[in-house]
Nanobody, 123 residues
Framework: QEQLVESGGGLVQTGGSLRLSCLAS????????MGWFRQAPGKERELVAA????????VYADSVKGRFTISRDNAKNTVYLQMNSLKPEDTAVYYC????????????????WGPGTQVTVSS
């Protein structure tokens, strides 16, 4: 069974921090590009951060750049999202996703999705 399971969401005050974890029960995890998305009620799902298989290439949404950090531990089949200096506008359901690492940087194919974890930032 291939699945992603997020954890670490919760309620935090403005300026606080959370660390999301995603346990990826996926074959060939170390070769996959992994990412975090978020979706607020009534809003489109947006890419928050992505990390290619070798950990040497990352992308971040402008809204989180400098505050969020994506990382992975291939030995644990886990990807993380460290979120600092949280703002109310960060409130959303956060989803872990993964897919094959494509040859062209900046292009992604998201084949796997977790059920999401709620992050709520109070003002």
């Amino acid at each position: 069974q291939e699945q992603l399971v997020e954890s670490g969401g919760g309620l935090v005050q403005t300026g606080g921090s959370l660390r999301l974890s995603c346990l990826a029960s996926l074959r060939h995890f170390s070769t996959l590009t992994m990412g975090w998305f978020r979706q607020a009620p009534g809003k489109e799902r947006e890419l928050v951060a992505a990390l290619r298989w070798n950990g040497g290439s990352t992308v971040y949404a402008d809204s989180v750049k400098g505050r969020f950090t994506i990382s992975r531990d291939n030995a644990k089949n886990t990807v993380y999202l460290q979120m600092n200096s949280l703002k109310p506008e960060d409130t959303a359901v956060y989803y872990c996703s993964g897919g094959p690492t494509l040859a062209v940087p900046g292009q992604y194919r998201w084949d796997y999705w977790g059920p999401g974890t709620q992050v709520t930032v109070s003002s």
